[in-house]
Each structure stands twice: as C-alpha cells, then as structure tokens.
C-alpha cells in the first residue's frame, strides 16, 4: 500500500485556491475599449437622429471630420446638414465625448485587482540589527471589488446616457437654429422691399407737396412710414446677424467656414400634421431622462444594500509579514487589521442611503411627470403651429394678394390713387411677413416635438424676427 505524497493537500488546495481567484484575476485584466464608449451614443445618434457622431482624438480624426464639414458647407445648408456638421465639429459636444473616456477608465481601474503592498524596515540598536520585510494586500478592496466594478459600470452608463441626451439636445437646438436663421433671411428681404416701397411713396409725397397738390401732413405721413420702415430694416438686420451667428456658434464654424450658404425661402409646410393620440406612451417608453431617472433609483438601491453590507469591514487588510533580528530564528506569520465598530455603528451611513434612496425615487416620480407634460404641451405647440401657419398660407396671404390684384386693375382704372396702391403693397408685405414667421414658429414647433419624444426639451416662444411683424402695418 502507498502512501499519498504528502504535497497532494497543498496542491489540491492552491487548485482551489486558483479557481476561486481566476474570476479576479480576469478582472484584473480589463482593459479600455476600442471606442472609448462611443457605442452607445453612436447608436443613438443613428436611431434618433440618422446621424454619424465621432470623437476626435488623433490628428487623423481631425482631418477626416474637417474634409466631411467643408464637403457639406459646399452645399446650400438644410436642416439635416446643419444638425451633421454640428455633431462633427461642435467643440463642446466633442469636450463632453471625452467624458466617456475618463467614466470608462475609472471603470477599467475599477475592475482591476488593488496592487499588493510591500514594505522593508531595517533597524539598529547598538550592536543589534533588526530587519522587517512585509507584503501585504488590501482584502477589502479585494471583498467589495465587484460591488465597486457594479456601481462604476451604472456610473458609465449614466455617463453615455447624459452624453447622448447633451447630443441629442445640440440637435434640436441647431434645428431650431436653422429655421430662425433662414426666417430671419427672408424678413430681411421683405424688410427691404417695404423700405424701398416706402421711399417710393415718402418721395412722390415730397414733389406733390412741392406742387401743391398735397398737404403738409399727408406728406408727414408718409414720411414718418419711411422713417419707421428704415428703423425696422435695421431691426431685421440686427435679427439676421444674430440668428446667423447663433446657427455659427453651434456648428463650430470659424474664419472661412462662416460663408456658408442658406436657402432663400423655408420648406413647405408638411400635407397634414402628425396625428399621435398615444404619444405620452411612446414618449415614456423612448425618453432617455426617464430612463436614467428609473436605473438611478435602481442604482441607489444597491448601494444602500452594500453599506448595510460593508460597514463592518470598511477598514480590512491582510499581510504576509517576516522579521529577521540579528542570529535570532525567522519569524513569520500573518497580520489581520479589522476596525471595532465601538463608536461608528454605521447607523447614520445607513440612514443616509434611505434618504438618497427615496430622493432618487420621488426625483424619478417627478421627471416623469415632468415628461408627460412636455409631451403634451410641444405636442399641442406643434398642432397649433402648424394649424396658423397653414392659415396663412391657405388664407390671409391669398386674401392679401387677390386684393392687391383687385387694386392693380383698380389702379389702371384711375379709381384708385397710388397712394392706396402703397398702402396696400405694405399691407401684403405684413401678410408675408407674419406667414414666413409662423412656418418658421411650426418648424421649430417640430423640432420641440421630437425633442421631447426623447428627452427635455427647451420648448420657447417665437424668434427675433416677431417684434417686428406689426411694423409692416399700412400707414394711417
């Protein structure tokens, strides 16, 4: 009969021993994505918004971006344009792309075993010597590491959502940006054809007055409409610069780029507005702030459970330690810290984390509500939008221009002066103008809309061309 070696304990042992560490080991051996985390948010922008996004990092990434944004300035903007380069080349979407980058390599660090610690001491106290060698590992990190590796990994993708939903908010705002900047074009137009409409009549009335055959205050009349029209050319132009250079600042565009090119007129109003009774549903299903809202509460949960956990052993270390003093045998052995929980019991930790718990969830309650509303209201924003600007394009503008006709033939009659023809040139002007600021209030309605299909939206009132709308009013 054979007697079992005695090393086959031991070895069976450390077997055990290297199945039970190996989960850890691979853990310990995380390593960064290819994408920096990009994924995510990359798919966002495809599902939402049928865009491309792409971080910048490398000196390549740069050039690639620059060739695709003056490809696309070469060309007229539309909306869809505008929202593709603003993805590319807005310097702050690309800073908070970045974000995603530090998140996952907290998340890598992490993930990854602590480092062991050794220390050596050598000591002298006369003749004698003492030498102190010790290797110790920290098994708290060690015991809460998946725990940690759980709430880094929320932490992350916390990160990618709120990321997405910055992207998605730089969409909308470069959409309604778009429109306010194309609007405020065509109003500058106008503008000038009733300065010049009003310089015509401010100019007849000046040499009937000279001939007597206009009074003083008719001719004041038509010159204080002149002088009103040249102030509002003014206005229009302040409004066109300003929505111009809003729409640059979200591109990102400077020095050359700045001369891109926007249509003369907005799109068409659409046949029929979008019917969506059960728009709400589909709203909480897709938007990404309730959804975040929902796994913070989720997330604040579990971390409750770990300090209910971990906060007896808060303060763990496990060493290997030797001692070598003079001729004297070796010693060896271990060392185990734990802290007595004499006078921290952790009860307040424990009751900090039921509080932030039911934050999180009265903060969940409220963003959905919160998200219902929104739905609600750019939703009934853009059915009213779009029913005003549809009458004024099915009504007031077609009424003004079939009266302008009807004063044309009048006109060439001789039973009207051209003086009414004036007045009602400025009164079609007006009608144009409130008509392109309605289409311009749909778009962004819509913009609004789709926005809050998907996140928060910054629902608002009409553009800086509005305040001028009523000074294209004929002259009394």
Request: with cysteine.
């Given at each position: 009969m054979t007697t079992p070696s005695p090393t086959y304990p031991v070895l069976r042992r450390l077997r055990l021993v290297a199945l039970a560490v190996s989960p850890l080991l691979l853990a310990?051996?995380?390593?960064?994505?290819?994408?920096?985390?990009?994924?995510?948010?990359?798919?966002?922008?495809?599902?939402?918004?049928?865009?491309?996004?792409?971080?910048?990092?490398?000196?390549?990434?740069?050039?690639?971006?620059?060739?695709?944004?003056?490809?696309?300035?070469?060309?007229?903007?539309?909306?869809?344009?505008?929202?593709?380069?603003?993805?590319?080349?807005?310097?702050?979407?690309?800073?908070?792309?970045?974000?995603?980058?530090?998140?996952?390599?907290?998340?890598?660090?992490?993930?990854?075993?602590?480092?062991?610690?050794?220390?050596?001491?050598?000591?002298?106290?006369?003749?004698?010597?003492?030498?102190?060698?010790?290797?110790?590992?920290?098994?708290?990190?060690?015991?809460?590491?998946?725990?940690?590796?759980?709430?880094?990994?929320?932490?992350?993708?916390?990160?990618?959502?709120?990321?997405?939903?910055?992207?998605?908010?730089?969409?909308?705002?470069?959409?309604?940006?778009?429109?306010?900047?194309?609007?405020?074009?065509?109003?500058?137009?106008?503008?000038?054809?009733?300065?010049?409409?009003?310089?015509?009549?401010?100019?007849?009335?000046?040499?009937?007055?000279?001939?007597?055959?206009?009074?003083?205050l008719q001719q004041a009349r038509e010159h204080g409409f002149f002088a009103e029209t040249t102030l509002n050319l003014a206005r229009a132009e302040q409004a066109r610069v300003g929505s111009r250079e809003r729409l640059v600042r979200l591109l990102g565009l400077w020095g050359a780029q700045m001369q891109f090119t926007l249509p003369e007129r907005l799109p068409d109003l659409p046949a029929e507005p979008k019917d969506q009774p059960d728009i709400e549903n589909i709203a909480m299903a897709q938007r990404l702030d309730v959804q975040a809202a929902k796994l913070q509460a989720e997330a604040t949960a579990k971390n409750l459970g770990l300090t209910k956990v971990t906060r007896f052993i808060n303060v763990l270390e496990f060493g290997y330690q030797r001692n070598t003093f003079n001729d004297a045998p070796r010693q060896t052995g271990y060392a185990v810290s734990v802290e007595i929980p004499l006078f921290d019991w952790g009860a307040a930790r424990v009751a900090r984390s039921e509080a932030l718990y039911m934050q999180s969830v009265h903060r969940a309650a409220q963003t959905a509500i919160d998200a219902r509303s929104e739905v609600r209201q750019a939703y009934l924003g853009y059915r009213s939008a779009y029913d005003i600007a549809r009458h004024y394009r099915d009504d007031?503008?077609?009424?003004?221009?079939?009266?302008?006709?009807?004063?044309?033939?009048?006109?060439?009659?001789?039973?009207?002066?051209?003086?009414?023809?004036?007045?009602?040139?400025?009164?079609?002007?007006?009608?144009?103008?409130?008509?392109?600021?309605?289409?311009?209030?749909?778009?962004?309605?819509?913009?609004?809309l789709d926005m809050a299909m998907v996140g928060s939206p910054s629902l608002g009132g009409g553009g800086a061309s509005a305040e001028i709308v009523g000074a294209t009013a004929p002259a009394k």
């Open positions: 310990g051996c995380a390593t960064l994505s290819a994408d920096g985390g990009m994924q995510p948010v990359q798919a966002v922008a495809k599902q939402h918004l049928g865009q491309s996004v792409e971080a910048i990092k490398t000196d390549a990434d740069q050039d690639r971006v620059s060739t695709r944004v003056s490809e696309l300035l070469a060309q007229p903007l539309t909306a869809d344009s505008a929202v593709q380069i603003a993805l590319l080349n807005n310097r702050g979407l690309q800073a908070s792309f970045q974000e995603l980058g530090i998140a996952e390599a907290e998340l890598v660090q992490a993930s990854r075993l602590p480092n062991p610690g050794f220390s050596f001491a050598k000591l002298r106290q006369g003749d004698a010597r003492e030498i102190d060698r010790t290797f110790s590992f920290d098994l708290a990190h060690l015991i809460a590491l998946p725990l940690t590796r759980q709430l880094e990994a929320r932490r992350f993708a916390a990160t990618q959502r709120a990321v997405s939903m910055e992207m998605l908010s730089l969409a909308a705002e470069t959409r309604k940006a778009y429109y306010a900047a194309v609007a405020a074009e065509q109003t500058s137009r106008y503008m000038r054809d009733v300065r010049e409409t009003a310089d015509a009549g401010a100019e007849l009335a000046k040499r009937l007055a000279l001939a007597g055959n206009w009074t003083k007031i503008v077609p009424t003004a221009k079939r009266v302008s006709e009807e004063n044309g033939l009048l006109y060439n009659g001789m039973f009207i002066s051209v003086f009414e023809l004036l007045a009602d040139a400025r009164a079609s002007i007006a009608a144009v103008n409130a008509a392109i600021d309605a289409q311009r209030d749909f778009w962004m309605a819509k913009a609004d």
